[in-house]
Structure formats: structure tokens, C-alpha cells
């Protein structure tokens, strides 16, 4: 989140400055918020084992 939150600082600074070259960070930044997402959101959705998928060991 915090190199999301820097793309985005980056981005804005260079709307700001008239340095449109700096816009070219905005990929990165959509890449980094998607991975954070991804980050906060896979342990929500794990999927546990079901009771079929355990061994027998009887």
C-alpha cells in the first residue's frame, strides 16, 4: 500500500510540475494497488480442505 500510495504522490507531482513523463509511473502504480488488493484479499478466500480430501488412515 505504501508503494502505491508513492506511485501516486510521483503522479500527481507530475500533473502538477508540467513533467508529463512522469505519468508513465501510473502502470506501475495499478499494478502494485492490484497486488495489495490481492495481498489483503487471498487469505479471506482460502479455501479449506474438505473432510473428503483428508487421507484415510484406518
Known sequence: MIFFALGAVVHVAGGVTDHW?????????FVLAQIALAVEVAPRTARTPS???????S
Open 21 to 29: 513523463s512522469w505519468g508513465r509511473v501510473l502502470p506501475a502504480v
Open 51 to 57: 473432510p473428503r480430501a483428508t487421507p484415510n488412515t
